[in-house]
């Protein structure tokens, strides 16, 4: 049975009221999904409010027993939103229909603000992904500002960062023991606001001996840039933290401790209905591609510098076991919808499901990036032997894998078993890979490996995919990061025309709260030198950039002609092969 999302459902109360900026899907795909199944498997009684729109619908249930659990949904309700170029989106794939509109901008700000004015005194503890990279003062793209912590926007009283079942357990132990959510103040994993008088004594002596790292304030940072650097360093280490806002701290505890094997398989046994909730007539897009896709693992060796994965589900890899996926598999194959084929079968990235670190305890936290941890044991025995053990399943025609492979990962694997199953067993005619650039000190500041790793993997790929079918790579690249100039771009056209690509999406960069890329595009320094780098701000810069990664569209013509002119390579120009365009007529 689903949830209940009527008082009509239940015997009158509820413990929790989960509020998520997301349409109702019971799948393990969606956070508010998974939070309301572990709560109510410890005893806790539940009522879900998706999407509310009006005062009614917050409502529904009543004051709670205990509180409100508030997500604003699987993605930063600003990124759900707009474009990065600003523009609202047409489509949200996680609201009835795909329909746009159904959830507010700064959705957890405007979720939590509605329950303090109807439930003066209720408790509130905010997760998920917009709580996770707002949990400090951030950049805001969206206002080009530097905005206070979520916390201060919000008045929640806790909040649980980075992936949120062990925080969550402890949280609903200590509920057990009649513990007010309030007074819940040292559980790993979470961050909470308080103002100096009102924090415990054992805070304050941790203050005092510097137990915990103090950041600079949200004030400081808004007004230095150098400063903003800093505290953005700091939020990136393993420490128990404090910045001031005001005369308030936010006061961030140490991240939670990994799940274990069990504990992961425990999540995804969970009675989930992998459905949509019934009311919505029209569906929810977003079930589509996940209702039979697995998650093996959670966490990512990679360190991209554009990328919060690393911020928000650590660098450490968690997986399920064999056993548990396989029982998932016996779950698809009972419903009568599935027609026998996998869509996907990993996690942030694919092939990083075996985390074999020789030594583990490295102050510098980047196991894949430019380069590639010489402690870092590569194999993809593990992973093999999973999709083999998939494969066999009666029932399964297909499995495929569409969440990203590390091509960088994958070379440096002696044993080439793995690359022939991928590419015989697992790829739907093209392999979606991420090389983002070619220029070596754009992609040094990705924290990419250079472009010549990439052409080592595409003559791999083709050289094996030659002996078993015709399959093609589809890679993706990213225009304006900071770092890149117009110069820079070109080059990447250059290559592109070389290679014969052309895609058909572009990714301009995209400034999400807490990543590096993103430090580096607010402040324009370079994050460990401090000196100043180029970065494309203005629509037209960005334009530009945008448009010579498609240099054959017509409707780019002038763009492309004017930034070649600009870059001085108008050699560019002409009716030569290596051309982007031709003359004007």
């Known amino acids: 049975m689903f949830l209940p999302v009527k008082l009509s459902e239940t015997d009158g109360n509820v413990d929790f009221v989960v509020v998520s900026g997301d349409a109702y ?101 905010v997760g998920g992904i917009e709580a996770s990279l707002r949990r400090f003062a951030h950049y805001d793209y969206w206002s080009d500002s530097v905005k206070p912590s979520v916390l201060a926007d919000t008045g929640a009283d806790l909040l649980v960062y980075g992936m949120g079942e062990r925080p969550l357990r402890d949280i609903l132990a200590l509920a057990k023991k009649g513990v007010s959510v309030g007074s819940i103040k040292d559980v790993r994993g979470t961050a909470y606001l308080s103002e100096y008088d009102k924090l415990s004594a054992k805070i304050k002596e941790e203050m005092s001996v510097n137990v915990i790292s103090f950041c600079p304030s949200y004030e400081d940072i808004k007004a230095d840039k150098i400063k903003y650097i800093k505290a953005f360093k700091l939020q990136c280490s393993d420490k128990k933290l404090a910045q001031k806002h005001g005369m308030a701290y936010v006061i961030q505890n140490p991240p939670a401790s990994n799940l274990t094997e069990r504990e992961m398989d425990a999540v995804y046994a969970l009675p989930f209905m992998r459905a949509a909730h019934p009311m919505y007539e029209e569906g929810v897009p977003a079930i589509i591609e996940v209702k039979y896709s697995i998650t093996s693992h959670r966490g990512c060796m990679g360190s991209c510098s554009y990328c919060a994965l690393n911020y928000h589900q650590g660098r450490n890899i968690q997986k399920r076991s064999i056993e548990s996926i396989l029982n998932e598999v016996d779950i698809f194959v009972k419903d009568s919808e599935f027609k026998g084929y996998i869509h996907d079968v990993g996690g942030p990235t694919a092939n990083f499901r075996e985390a074999l670190c020789t030594v583990g305890g490295c102050k510098d936290k980047s196991c894949v990036g430019e380069t590639i941890c010489k402690n870092l044991k590569v194999s993809h025995a593990e992973y093999v032997k999973l999709l083999k053990g998939i494969r066999q399943k009666d029932g399964v025609k297909k499995e495929f894998i569409r969440s990203g492979i590390r091509f960088d990962y994958l070379m440096k694997d002696k044993n080439d078993e793995f690359f022939h199953e991928l590419v015989k ?83 301009d960069f995209y400034p999400t709260p807490s990543t590096r890329s993103t430090t580096e595009y607010y402040t324009e320094l370079d994050i460990d030198t401090l000196k100043p780098i180029y970065v494309a701000k203005s629509e037209g810069d960005k334009r530009k950039q945008r448009a010579l990664l498609q240099y054959r569209k017509k409707e780019n013509y002038e763009i492309i002609r004017d930034a070649l002119i600009e870059a001085d390579r108008e050699d560019l120009i002409g009716y030569d092969k290596k051309c982007l365009i031709k003359p004007k007529q």
């Open 25 to 125: 899907v019971d799948h393990p795909s969606f956070g508010h999904a998974i939070i309301s199944r572990l709560t109510e498997s410890e005893g806790f009684t539940i009522g879900m409010v998706c999407q509310p729109v009006c005062d009614a619908d917050y409502l529904e249930f009543g004051r709670p027993n205990i509180g409100f659990m508030v997500t604003s949904g699987v993605v930063d309700s600003m990124v759900n939103n707009y474009t990065a170029a600003k523009r609202k989106r047409n489509t949200d794939y996680y609201s009835e229909g795909g329909r746009a509109g159904r959830r507010p901008d700064r959705a957890l700000t405007v979720y939590c603000r509605n329950i303090r004015r109807l439930f003066p005194g209720t408790h509130i503890i």
């Open 425 to 507: 067993h697992h790829v739907s005619g093209q392999l979606k890979v991420a090389p983002e650039h070619c220029v070596s000190s754009v992609l040094k500041r990705m924290n990419k490996p250079d472009i010549t790793v990439y052409k080592a993997f595409r003559d791999k790929f083709y050289k094996i995919t030659a002996k078993h079918k015709e399959q093609y790579l589809v890679p993706y690249f990213i225009s304006s990061h900071p770092g890149c100039t117009l110069k820079d771009a070109v080059k990447l056209s250059e290559f592109l025309k070389e290679t014969g690509s052309m895609p058909e999406q572009v990714q």
